[in-house]
């Protein structure tokens, strides 16, 4: 319980990704936390659904850091999917595969699935969170002139929904944030379990 403003006992979060996203979303509501990558491979496996594979690279993100950590360290890895008639679809290598990713999306509602570990010394928990997201119908020359922004080519699914890719959304189902990376609600309850806990009071968030 948080009293008069004051924070319980906290363990160090470690955010393992590069994402400038997840690190835009963890600020914002109120976390403090120190960023660590390490190269993982980030190939999907065939025998897995898009939420297996969500979770399985992000348990692999956290991994590589478990051997040599501390004990009040936690660290937050994750990984966003999207998927589409069940089929995983990460991120574009080219900007002809963001073209691709795009055409099919502009057509059919997808899923946005994104896994997330949060790893101690001895433990892992994980979890993934599921946004239904429907786009207006795109031209072909609205996803060139998208893809030629270059804003695709380092997201799932070839689109930013906190950028340009706003413009397209016709409907989202679930949380909004689990689509820009990090299911912020279900995340802070998670984060409660291994004792971090968000600084609301220096958070951008409130209004």
């Given at each position: 319980?948080?009293?008069?403003?004051?924070?319980?006992?906290?363990?160090?979060?470690?955010?393992?990704?590069?994402?400038?996203?997840?690190?835009?979303?963890?600020?914002?509501?109120?976390?403090?936390?120190?960023q660590?990558?390490?190269?993982?491979?980030?190939?999907?496996?065939?025998?897995?659904s898009?939420?297996?594979?969500?979770?399985?690279l992000?348990?692999?993100?956290?991994f590589?850091f478990q051997?040599?950590?501390s004990?009040?360290?936690?660290?937050?890895?994750?990984?966003?999917?999207?998927?589409l008639?069940?089929?995983p679809?990460?991120?574009?290598?080219?900007?002809?595969?963001?073209v691709?990713?795009?055409?099919?999306?502009?057509?059919?509602?997808?899923?946005?699935?994104t896994?997330?570990?949060?790893a101690?010394?001895d433990?892992?928990?994980?979890?993934?969170?599921?946004?239904?997201?429907?786009?207006?119908?795109?031209?072909?020359e609205?996803?060139?002139?998208?893809?030629?922004?270059?804003?695709?080519l380092?997201?799932a699914?070839?689109?930013?929904?906190?950028?340009?890719?706003?413009?397209?959304?016709?409907?989202?189902?679930?949380?909004y944030?689990?689509?820009v990376?990090?299911?912020?609600?279900?995340?802070?309850q998670?984060l409660e379990?291994?004792?971090?806990y968000?600084?609301?009071?220096?958070?951008n968030?409130?209004?």
């Amino acid at each position: 319980m948080i009293i008069k403003g004051v924070l319980p006992m906290t363990n160090q979060l470690i955010l393992a990704s590069s994402s400038p996203r997840r690190v835009a979303l963890l600020k914002s509501a109120g976390y403090t936390f120190t960023q660590r990558t390490r190269p993982v491979d980030e190939e999907f496996q065939a025998n897995k659904s898009a939420a297996e594979n969500a979770v399985s690279l992000a348990k692999k993100k956290a991994f590589v850091f478990q051997e040599d950590m501390s004990i009040d360290e936690v660290i937050l890895s994750a990984d966003t999917v999207i998927a589409l008639d069940g089929e995983p679809i990460g991120k574009p290598k080219e900007a002809g595969d963001a073209v691709d990713m795009l055409s099919r999306l502009s057509k059919t509602p997808h899923q946005v699935i994104t896994g997330v570990a949060l790893a101690t010394t001895d433990s892992v928990i994980t979890f993934h969170s599921e946004t239904k997201v429907t786009f207006y119908p795109l031209t072909d020359e609205q996803i060139d002139m998208y893809v030629r922004t270059g804003e695709p080519l380092d997201k799932a699914g070839g689109y930013g929904i906190n950028g340009l890719a706003a413009l397209f959304i016709k409907e989202i189902v679930g949380d909004y944030y689990n689509v820009v990376g990090l299911p912020l609600s279900r995340l802070r309850q998670e984060l409660e379990h291994v004792n971090i806990y968000p600084d609301w009071l220096n958070s951008n968030m409130k209004r």
